[in-house]
Every structure is written in C-alpha cells, then in structure tokens.
C-alpha cells in the first residue's frame, strides 16, 4: 500500500501545484481585461495581441485548472441521491464514472489533442490578425497537457475509490506504510 498512497500522494501534489499557478494565471488574467478596459474607454485604443491574450490566458486557466478542481471534488455533480449513500457506495458511483466515461473521455481528447497540437507546431502556426499573438501552437500544447492533468487526477480519483472499496481509506496526509 505504501506504493500506491506516494503514487496518489504524487499525482495530488502536481495537480495542486498546478492548481495554484492556475490561480495566478487567473489573477494575471483579470489584470490584462482590465488594461483592455482602461485602453479602451479612457485612451479610445485597443489592440489584437491584448484581446488575444485575454482568451488565451482564460483557455491556460481552464485547462490547467481543471485536474485541480477534479481534485478539491469541485466538478459540476449532481449530489441529490449520492450525498446520502455509504462512503463505499460513493466510490463505487466514483470508480465506474472514472473508468467508463472521465478516462476514455480524456484519452480521447488526448489522443486528437496531441494531433491538433502537433500540426500547429509543424506550420508554426500563429495568429491570423495582423499584430496577433504568435505561436499559437504553445496555446495548444495546453490542451494535451490539461487533459493529461485531469486523466491523471482521474487515476487518483480511481484509485482513491478502490482503496475506499477494499476497506483501506486514503486520507490526505496519512502516513505512508511500507
């Protein structure tokens, strides 16, 4: 068991990593609209490269953000008959959502992802508007490494819910046992 708890212990840890530098891609974000705003309004100027840059930061906070949310169990569920079930039956509903539908979803996306990534670089793509954000291709190298964020917290998630199942609960922060 001591293999398997660093293992989720690992997996936790780069998600939750992640997650804050997330949370300050989200913050540098607000900051951009905001010069946008003033740009805008108070100097009658804006320019592509900003406005681009506003979606491409909010694309880098979704996608890093989305293996942390998985983590803090934040995802959109509706709770109205699994919050008064057994801890057991909870990982049981978590372990088959996890296995037929988050993992194939996300290697699926990982799979035509890492394509659409890969042409991107090969032209060197960048933006189509004159004075545009270059290299587009960095923005959708996010998108492979966001869903192998989630996949992974997914196999976490997973393997959570199978201790729960065999009776080993996994807590945040207990003891490794060797």
Same mark, same amino acid.
């Given at each position: 068991?001591?293999?398997?708890?660093?293992?989720?212990?690992?997996?936790?840890?780069?998600?939750?990593?992640?997650?804050?530098?997330?949370?300050?891609?989200?913050?540098?974000?607000?900051?951009?609209?905001?010069?946008?705003?003033?740009?805008?309004?108070?100097?009658?100027?804006?320019?592509?490269?900003?406005?681009?840059?506003?979606?491409?930061?909010?694309?880098?906070?979704?996608?890093?953000?989305?293996?942390?949310?998985?983590? *803090?169990?934040?995802?959109?569920?509706?709770?109205?008959?699994?919050?008064?079930?057994?801890?057991?039956?909870?990982?049981?509903?978590?372990?088959?959502?996890?296995?037929?539908?988050?993992?194939?979803?996300?290697?699926?996306?990982?799979?035509?992802?890492?394509?659409?990534?890969?042409?991107?670089?090969?032209?060197?793509?960048?933006?189509?508007?004159?004075?545009?954000?270059?290299?587009?291709?960095?923005?959708?190298?996010?998108?492979?490494?966001?869903?192998?964020?989630?996949?992974? *917290?997914?196999?976490?998630?997973?393997?959570?819910?199978?201790?729960?199942?065999?009776?080993?609960?996994?807590?945040?922060? *207990?003891?490794?046992?060797?």
């Amino acid at each position: 068991m001591g293999i398997l708890t660093r293992f989720i212990r690992g997996i936790d840890t780069v998600n939750r990593w992640v997650g804050h530098m997330a949370g300050w891609v989200s913050l540098a974000m607000v900051l951009v609209v905001v010069a946008d705003v003033v740009m805008r309004y108070a100097f009658d100027t804006s320019f592509v490269f900003v406005q681009e840059l506003e979606w491409h930061l909010f694309g880098v906070m979704f996608l890093l953000g989305a293996g942390y949310t998985l983590l *803090q169990d934040s995802h959109v569920r509706v709770d109205v008959l699994y919050q008064r079930f057994s801890p057991k039956t909870q990982a049981w509903i978590n372990l088959i959502g996890v296995l037929l539908f988050l993992l194939p979803g996300c290697l699926m996306v990982l799979d035509t992802s890492w394509a659409f990534f890969s042409h991107s670089l090969a032209m060197n793509e960048g933006s189509p508007d004159p004075g545009g954000i270059p290299a587009r291709y960095i923005l959708k190298s996010f998108i492979p490494l966001g869903f192998a964020l989630l996949t992974l *917290q997914g196999v976490s998630m997973g393997l959570k819910s199978l201790l729960e199942i065999c009776g080993r609960p996994y807590t945040e922060g *207990q003891e490794v046992a060797s």
